[in-house]
């Protein structure tokens, strides 16, 4: 997944999960592993900010 938000750019990506199914993770703390995950692999916290917040608010019109 990494490699794939740098191949088209963390401004063209919205970070979210599935999680929050029974016998998963709750939505929150599967996000959160997903950011560790992406950060772990190298993705800087701007980029990370850039898809699970502005990214987000720009598409539903909220910036």
């Known amino acids: 997944v990494a490699r794939q938000i740098r191949a088209i750019g963390p401004e ?3 970070m979210a999960t599935d999680f929050g199914r ?3 993770s709750t939505p929150v703390e599967g996000l959160r592993q997903f950011i560790t ?3 772990d692999l190298g993705l800087t916290p ?3 900010r850039t898809m699970v917040k502005s990214n987000p608010e720009r ?3 909220l910036a």
Do not use: E, T
């Open 22 to 24: 029974y016998g998963l």
């Open 59 to 61: 598409l539903l019109g």
């Open 46 to 48: 701007a980029q990370i």
């Open 12 to 14: 063209h990506c919205i």
């Open 37 to 39: 995950c992406m950060l």
